[in-house]
């Protein structure tokens, strides 16, 4: 009884967070990038300081993939990244909210869009392999802008914020589908019109929907959604990222997807998406999402139960 009274109590609670949260996006859209730079710079070590588990799992993350570095320079790289990491919630407002014309011009340069332009003049379809990288709703703006372009979305936790959320990532055109059969199937459609969609693929599937495979030289659990949509649709692979420049604005970059991205075969295709995340995180490592346990499932966790949880990273 008493958690049922309690009940409007809490999604009061959670209404009025959504709606703090909404007004200062819609703050911070108005500041320059130089500004929240500026801020993100000097919340950025807090972060590190007080926040436990970003930076644990920022540690024990970096310590995995780049085991031949000193942990000094690891401990340098995870303050960055958290920097970083910080930037990206705080730039939110700009990419969903400040007027378009302000977020286009932030975007200093586009590299590879030949990449793009091609695959849809032979009448393919183009699927964006868009990692935690840099600023993705940057990226999602762009790509929004210019190309019929649709994602999958899963609400958020906070459900107030979902009518916000999705008019900043709808508003250039884009096209938000749910990540159920339902999306899938609208993917498959959009793709065989010859337009773009996004994956993201460090995101780590449910138990069914992927397979192992090495992301640095450990095993990940990875999606197996690309090969089914390329199988289907003879589709384009490339990698695309929001990469930060400090208090300028952002440079998109477009990468070719490792040839192994095409493979019919799961294993193989998986390996071949995590080597399109490791090239960009290459570009810059201190802008890769690094708080993010992407190697929370582990191969003995599959042979056990569903239940069963190995420890031996986080």
Known sequence: MASSDNAPQRALSRFSRAGAIAWLWRRLAR????RLWWLASRLGPLVHRFSQRERSVTQINLKAVYPERSESERQRLARESLCHSTATMLELGHAWMAPPARVEASILAVHGRDKLDSARAEGRGVIVLAPHFGN????????????????MYEP???????????EGRERMGATLVPTNSRGVAALLKALKRSEAIGILPDQEPSWGSGVFAP????????????????????ARVVTGVAKRVPGQGFEIHFLDADARVYSADDATSAT??????EAAIALDPAQYQWEYKRYRKVVEEQQKRPDYRDYRLY
């Open 31 to 34: 500041w320059p990038l130089a």
């Open 136 to 151: 993705w709703e940057v990226l999602n703006f762009w790509l929004s802008s210019h190309f019929p372009f649709t994602a």
């Open 156 to 166: 958020p936790k906070i459900a107030a914020l979902d009518p916000v959320i999705r």
């Open 215 to 234: 992301f640095f030289h450990r095993d990940a659990y990875t999606g197996t959604l690309l090969p089914k949509l390329v199988a289907r649709t003879q």
């Open 272 to 277: 071949g998406v995590n080597a399109c995340v």
